[in-house]
């Protein structure tokens, strides 16, 4: 049985650390951006500010779908936990999803990672932040199979910490869309 004091303590050092791996990649970004006129490099196609708003909005959402899961535990019975952590699941594949045909648009038009730093960059920051919400997806997965096969009171403790690091990996998004795609 998973201790939940500890194994929350030790997700918080594990999300501080990953704060500091993002705040490291947006200020090598800022320094980058700063040391190259003009930003972005003439010839680059411009981001597309629009539907990735749209697909941040949708990703903003699951963070209720994912408080109505851990709501619905302490209530309800395992089919409303699991259709919500179902919703929460589809708008992660969403985003997922909406960003490769993005990358796959951007790619198109000539924004590669060879090209220049802009492309490095944009690539590097949006592609580990997609990294994290495939393994946040993982551990929703997980906690889906695992609410199924062991008791209650320790799946309370894995959703409680899928919902910290799903909060994490959708908080940090609009921090990314700033700083790459508004400023």
Do not use: D
Not at 136 to 142: E, K
């Amino acid at each position: 049985m998973i201790k939940e004091e500890s194994a929350k303590i030790g997700l918080v050092l594990v999300i501080l650390t990953e704060i500091m791996f993002f705040a490291g990649l947006l200020s090598s970004y800022w320094i980058l951006r700063e040391s190259v006129h003009p930003w972005p490099p003439v010839g680059q196609p411009r981001l597309p500010v629009g539907t990735t708003a749209v697909n941040t909005v949708l990703f903003l959402a699951s963070l209720w779908t994912m408080n109505m899961a851990v709501r619905s535990f302490r209530e309800a019975g395992i089919k409303k936990i699991s259709t919500f952590l179902g919703i929460t699941a589809l708008l992660g594949i969403a985003f997922l999803g909406l960003q490769g045909f993005e990358w796959v648009r951007l790619i198109q038009f000539g924004l590669t990672t060879a090209l220049n730093v802009y492309g490095g960059t944009f690539y590097m920051i949006v592609g580990m932040h997609g990294l994290h919400v495939v393994v946040a997806l993982l551990l929703l997965f997980f906690v889906l199979w695992r609410l199924r096969r062991i008791e209650r009171g320790n799946a309370g403790t894995l959703l409680a910490l899928c919902r910290i690091y799903w909060f994490f990996v959708v908080l940090l998004w609009p921090v990314i869309y700033v700083a790459l795609y508004l400023l």
